[in-house]
């Protein structure tokens, strides 16, 4: 985790607490570490848009990573379902391939 990229994000959040990327990139920051404000953050992300559709990606590994395979499972599955309805093929093929190999 970046200290001085933390302090600058949380700078940018205190003057835009809307501004949903630069929650997410706390929240990546905070993957090294700080899972649960990972977890936190990417959480805050969806609840500012729900249509942020990384933010479905990082907690499926995330809850992967900290063996909370059925919460996985979950955000991914939302994660595929919100970015075929927006478009995001790709994202959606991510997504369904790290499900189809956890």
Known sequence: MNEERVATLK?????????TFSVYALGLEYLE????????????????DPRYVAAYFQLGKLNYDQGAE???????????????????????GEMQDFLDQM
């Open 70 to 92: 059925k919460a996985a499972t979950e955000w991914l599955e939302k994660g595929i379902a919100v970015a075929e309805e927006v478009g995001d093929t790709h994202a959606a």
């Open 11 to 19: 700078k940018l959040i205190e003057m835009d607490p809307q501004d």
């Open 33 to 48: 570490g700080e899972p649960t404000q990972a977890q936190s953050h990417f959480e805050q992300v969806l609840k500012l």
